[in-house]
């Protein structure tokens, strides 16, 4: 359990912080700031959590230990794992419950060829001196590389402190390449290939529980949301039990239920019955969706994809209204070094069965720096006419492009632009899209 020259430097700038922050007269605050967190962590959900995942560490350490893949030499790359990747993880879990790719990405980032190299690079560590003198640099550095990504002004800080960054990084690994080639068979040993192991299999052996805690906050949350939406305790409890009766880990089915009954309140047990039953029948035309003729529109779940390409993926397609469908990506910023950047979103309108019209925006807050929005809502424009609205002559789907103000029918379809001019000093404007599915849409 040798600590290195890093770790070493680690615990000295710790412990000479809180010694300067007891002797510059903050030390009340040191102990507000202390017992803040100490509340936070005695709040009995917290506390369950974290008992509950040492108990499961405990058992997996005891699996790999039973293994032989697991020895107490061990124990420090096993402490900073449940520190760095456990602890950190449980203290996000309400961020991983929402996103549908974090088991996959972790998956896939912890059985990566950069795991063997930061492994490497880890591995050794400078002079204790020199750690100690690059642990407040990098710091600082990584500090400035942080604020200025958020502040367009100080885009030359940002690249600088990114490269600094980068060098470093480069830095560090070829030395730990270089060491473990000079030093290649005391590096090469059953203890080493453990050591990089571990923190690898525990993650992998963690994700289990931490989809299982993910899917308690899941229900959790969607139970809060109940607090405002159903004001009977009678229908909320009944709301929630037919909840974990019908979708159990389902959880992308959890969430689109948790917005439907936001925006359609159930006023009664009937009500919940019919929205569980929506939920679940437009699940299964998501997984088989029926054939959709030109003249009735586009498939919807295809129509959310005809433009991923420009990272403009639509979201989940949903009842909006009565007979109104909707969906929408994400706005994505254009020129991002501007200080108030351009953006572009595409949204979708239609029914049930099919979508009906297909929408991209433009938004730009300066005219001065609309130029390459306006090339980058052109190409948007121009591949998503080649995708719904075919045969249509370069030169006529470029006129058309081009103008602020049309409406004209080409390819079978209603194709309208539109621009409109804000009244502020900055002269910025929005143009607008639209597709719709028939000629005689009104």
Not at 21 to 43: G, Q, T, V, W, Y
Not at 76 to 98: G, M, P, Q, Y
Not at 244 to 251: A, C, P
């Amino acid at each position: 359990m040798e600590l290195s020259n890093r770790e070493w430097a680690y615990i000295l700038w710790v412990v000479a912080f809180i010694g300067y922050a007891l002797i510059k007269d903050k030390k009340r605050l040191l102990i507000e700031s202390i017992s803040n967190i100490l509340r936070a962590f005695c709040e009995p959900k917290i506390i369950i959590v974290l008992f509950c995942s040492l108990i499961w560490i405990t058992f997996c350490v005891s699996l790999l230990h039973y293994a032989s893949a697991w020895q107490l030499t061990n124990i420090k790359t096993t402490l900073l794992w449940i520190v760095t990747f456990a602890f950190v993880t449980l203290f996000d879990i309400s961020r991983i419950s929402e996103d549908e790719i974090f088991f996959r990405k972790t998956i896939r980032d912890t059985l990566g060829a950069m795991a063997a190299i930061t492994f490497i690079a880890e591995s050794y560590s400078f002079s204790f001196i020199t750690e100690l003198i690059l642990l407040p640099f990098l710091t600082l550095i990584t500090g400035m590389h942080v604020i200025s990504a958020k502040k367009p002004e100080h885009a030359s800080v940002h690249k600088l402190a990114s490269a600094i960054l980068v060098v470093t990084g480069v830095v560090y690994i070829g030395y730990g390449l270089y060491m473990a080639g000079q030093d290649f068979q005391a590096f090469a040993t059953w203890n080493t290939f453990r050591e990089f192991s571990v923190p690898i299999i525990l993650s992998l052996l963690f994700l289990p529980y931490l989809y299982v805690v993910s899917v308690i906050v899941s229900y959790e949350l969607t139970f809060t949301r109940f607090c405002w939406a159903l004001k009977d305790d009678d229908l909320r409890r009944y709301a929630a039990f037919w909840a974990i009766i019908k979708f159990r880990f389902d959880l992308k089915g959890l969430r689109k239920w948790k917005r439907h009954i936001g925006i359609f309140p159930p006023k009664n047990r009937k009500d919940i019955q019919d929205s569980i039953a929506e939920i679940k029948k437009n699940q299964r035309m998501e997984q088989k969706p029926p054939p959709i003729s030109p003249d009735q529109g586009w498939c919807p779940i295809a129509a959310t994809k005809f433009l991923a390409t420009f990272g403009l993926t639509a979201g989940d397609y949903h009842r909006v209204d009565n007979h109104e469908w909707w969906a929408s990506s994400p706005m994505k910023k254009l020129n991002a070094t501007a200080i108030l950047p351009d953006n572009i979103a595409y949204y979708i309108e239609g029914d049930q069965m099919a979508a009906k019209r297909l929408i991209v925006k433009l938004h730009v807050n300066n005219r001065e720096t609309g130029l390459s929005s306006d090339v980058e809502f052109s190409k948007i424009c121009s591949a998503l006419l080649s995708i719904v609205a075919k045969n249509i002559p370069h030169a006529q789907q470029e006129k058309i492009i081009q103008s602020d103000t049309v409406d004209v029918v080409a390819g079978g379809r209603l194709i309208s632009l539109r621009r409109n001019d804000f009244n502020n000093s900055s002269q910025g404007y929005s143009r607008t899209m639209t597709i719709d599915h028939s000629p005689h849409a009104s």
